[in-house]
């Protein structure tokens, strides 16, 4: 099935047509790649659900992220979703295929799709000189995902990889960019530039809220990648192979649930989403979660 997608190829009947694309992160940053998607794909419904609550997901381990990605599939999938979207570099990295197999078990098998892959392909694609930077969470660097997707890609490529543990609370905060927060940043770009990239992976949906500041400190000439385009051509693409896009001639619903305060998720929300947030759904994601040490905790 490759790193995407489920085996199953049979028309949908409308009704499944007309269902949701669901989508999470481990808070707002995810909204990034919804944008994405309402604007290259304005006929669908989509659900989002924001795990705000047990952010940020950067030093979880496999295992939590596992759980957590599992739990939220299944909220997802009570709701109707035709395809999830893991709109999380972290889960990505380390829950995709643990997710998918969950996924395929279950009485609603859909397609899982990640942003490693996609966004590591239009990397590749985007290079000059063979030279790709990443700049991730600790737990999307730890993993070897990107590693493993760009070699994938073209084994001549090389990887520089840098660990951000600050810049994903930076950006989900909303507050104003200090100059601690630059010279942060500064230190971050500075094993990128020194290697010498030409293209370098914003490898956390939340990074793009800081687009400006990576760009001026790595300079103009080196190209962003950002998961939203990648992503909305992959799922663009699985809907169609699956016969699943909507027959919807007009604009399609997009919804929201989030696990901590649903004001504040709105609030800071709107800004990564760039399109009116609307009503926000809390919900409670109550089940004791697996730790780093094998024990176990609650929310």
Sequence with gaps: MGHDASPTLRPAPDEVRRRPVGVFDSGVGGLTVLHELLV???????????????????????????????????????????LIV????????????????????????????????PESNLAVAHTRKGRVGLLATEATVASGAYERAVLAADPLVRLESVACPELAEMSQTGAAITERDVDVVR???APLRAAEVDTVILGCTHYPMVRGLLQRLLGPAVTLITSGDAVARRVEQALAVREL???NAGE???????????????????????LPMGAVEHI????????????HRSR
């Design 252 to 274: 399609g619903s997009y919804r929201f649930l989030c696990t901590a305060d649903a004001e504040d998720f709105g609030r800071i929300g709107s800004r990564f989403l760039q």
């Design 284 to 295: 409670d994601l109550p089940l004791a979660l697996v730790t780093s040490s094998g024990g």
């Design 86 to 117: 893991v709109a999380c570099n972290s889960a990505t990295s380390s829950a995709l295929e643990a997710l998918q197999a969950h996924v395929a078990a279950s009485r609603h098998a859909v397609d899982v799709i990640g942003v490693v892959s």
């Design 40 to 82: 290259s794909l304005p006929q669908e419904d989509f659900l989002y659900l924001g795990d705000s609550a047990r952010f940020p997901y950067g030093d979880r381990s496999p295992a939590e992220l596992q759980a957590f990605s599992c739990q939220i599939a299944d909220v997802l999938l009570e709701r109707g979703a035709k």
């Design 245 to 247: 896009a909507s027959t």
């Design 187 to 189: 230190g971050y770009c």
